[in-house]
């Protein structure tokens, strides 16, 4: 295995989010040695794509100590929780790393938008003019984030979704793959659009609301987790 010190960037996790993150690296900056924390001990030492599994989240005390500043990125995706990704970012700022924001060459991001540190746009996704995109954000494949909407951290916007003008998506909220939402309205932290919904009024926090237009389903707490045991993607 290659000392900590040779890779130019360390990967939280290593599921199918991780793959896409893979494939924008290789793109982005094919000359990269990429090493990836995944918490499967079964798996330490094989590769993914040509990025190799070094260890797990422990290894991130002895990362900061080594390789100061290092460069990292959360590698694992959403469905309807977000607190395992936030939880992985935090840590990595805590320790001093430097979040790497990841944008895939296919995205359209205007010049008049703001991305924060640790952001990730995928294939085909369009981010207009006076967009803001806070830290730790997942804009998915194809979603379309249109002019002056505010994207708080946390956030992952699903495959295909469309957000209107001058909406707001509150800290660690998830909306679905393929839903829509109407312009001016405010989605609260935590809230969960689920798939292919259409938002026609605010969500508050916490709530998870589904449908044709989209209805409550059930009340979340304001970092996403469930007030019932039951799972459920959305």
């Not at 320790?95 to 010049?111: C, D, N, Q, W």
Request: charge should be negative.
């Amino acid at each position: 295995m290659k000392s900590l010190q040779e890779f130019d960037l360390f990967l939280l996790g290593g599921g199918g989010h991780a793959r896409v993150l893979l494939d924008i690296l290789s793109l982005i900056h094919p000359d990269w040695h990429i090493a990836i924390l995944d918490r499967d001990i079964s798996r330490y030492g094989t590769q993914i794509m040509g990025a190799q599994i070094i260890g797990g989240d422990d290894l991130l005390e002895e990362i900061s100590a080594m390789v100061p500043g290092a460069r990292f990125s959360v590698g694992i995706g959403t469905i309807g929780d977000s607190s395992p990704r936030k939880r992985l970012f935090d840590a990595g700022i805590a320790l001093g790393l430097s979040p790497e924001t990841l944008i895939h060459p296919t995205a359209v991001v205007s010049k008049f938008a703001r991305v924060d540190k640790g952001a990730q746009l995928l294939p085909a996704c369009i981010v207009n003019s006076g967009v803001s995109i806070g830290h730790n954000v997942i804009i998915n494949s194809g979603a379309v984030i249109e002019h002056d909407c505010v994207i708080k951290d946390h956030v992952h916007i699903a495959s295909g979704a469309t957000l209107s003008g001058t909406v707001t998506i509150g800290e660690s909220a998830h909306v679905g793959a393929g839903a829509t939402i109407r312009q001016c309205l405010h989605i609260g932290n935590g809230a969960i659009v689920g798939v292919g919904s259409v938002v026609v009024k605010d969500v508050p926090d916490g709530d998870v609301v589904i449908g044709v237009p989209a209805k409550p389903l059930r009340k979340k707490n304001a970092l996403g987790k469930e007030n019932n045991p039951h799972h459920e993607e959305y």
